[in-house]
């Protein structure tokens, strides 16, 4: 099965930027697909933070708008998560997923390993 590769975390001081990457390996055919960031937090169940739709649409949690961007160049192969203004609260192990509809019409979801923010105040 596919699995997504995630890069770009690190470890920041409150105030600073990461950009996150997310590449879809081989090929995967998809009608349509949705690509979305979630992070988990040590205790903490896994959480949404921002989806960039198949239609070029974003969506983001309430604790990172205006703060977290999905540039819409909607490539198929990647998509990144530009993290700007970090706060100690942002600190999470990052997934992305990939929701992506089959041509027969079958969603299937694919996610990575994640890579880890760390954010020190």
């Known amino acids: 099965r596919v699995q997504l590769v995630e890069s770009g975390g690190g470890s920041v001081q409150a105030g600073g930027s990461l950009r996150l990457s997310c590449v879809v390996p081989g090929v995967v055919e998809c009608s349509s697909r949705d690509m979305s960031w979630y992070r988990q937090a040590p205790g903490k169940e896994r959480e949404f933070v921002s989806q960039?739709?198949?239609?070029?649409?974003?969506t983001y949690a309430d604790s990172v708008q205006g703060r977290f961007t999905i540039p819409q160049d909607n490539a198929e192969k990647s998509v990144y998560l530009r993290m700007n203004s970090l706060k100690p609260g942002d600190t999470s192990m990052y997934y992305c997923n990939m929701n992506c509809r089959r041509w027969d019409g079958v969603i299937a979801a694919y996610w990575g390993h994640g890579t880890q923010v760390t954010v020190s105040s």
């Open positions: 960039l739709s198949n239609y070029g649409s974003t």
